[in-house]
Nanobody
Framework: QVQLVESGGGLVQAGGSLRLSCAAS????????MGWFRQAPGKEREFVAR????????TYADPVKGRFTISRDNAKSAVYLQMNNLKPDDTAIYYC?????????????????WGQGTQVTVSS
């Protein structure tokens, strides 16, 4: 069973950048597609980005396209989210998640394992 731990969150001004990391334990990391989600206060958890098991396919939510980049390093059992040109609307707790589902889905219910989250705050 994979366990996930996020890091890299913090406070940044609008227009700035952050890089989130998600470290996975366990030897089956490469068998999971990985996703990033976020949840702002009073809102539902929403899909941000997903990367396939071998890193060859990525999918992004419309609000982050062109600004965020998801990547993974299976040798290090890690997934990353590079966030550029951050906006106040990006403020949320960011979660990484692992899915055994091969077909892309933005639904949190399709992800089997979750990290504890890391706070990202963007000031205007």
């Amino acid at each position: 069973q994979v366990q996930l731990v996020e890091s890299g969150g913090g406070l940044v001004q609008a227009g700035g950048s952050l890089r989130l990391s998600c470290a996975a334990s366990g030897r089956t990391f490469s068998t999971y597609a990985m996703g990033w989600f976020r949840q702002a206060p009073g809102k539902e958890r929403e899909f941000v980005a997903r990367i396939s098991r071998n890193g060859g396919s990525t999918t992004y939510a419309d609000p982050v396209k062109g600004r965020f980049t998801i990547s993974r390093d299976n040798a290090k059992s890690a997934v990353y989210l590079q966030m550029n040109n951050l906006k106040p609307d990006d403020t949320a707790i960011y979660y990484c998640a692992a899915s055994r589902t091969l077909v892309f889905s933005p639904e949190p219910s399709r992800y089997d394992i979750w990290g504890q989250g890391t706070q990202v705050t963007v000031s205007s």
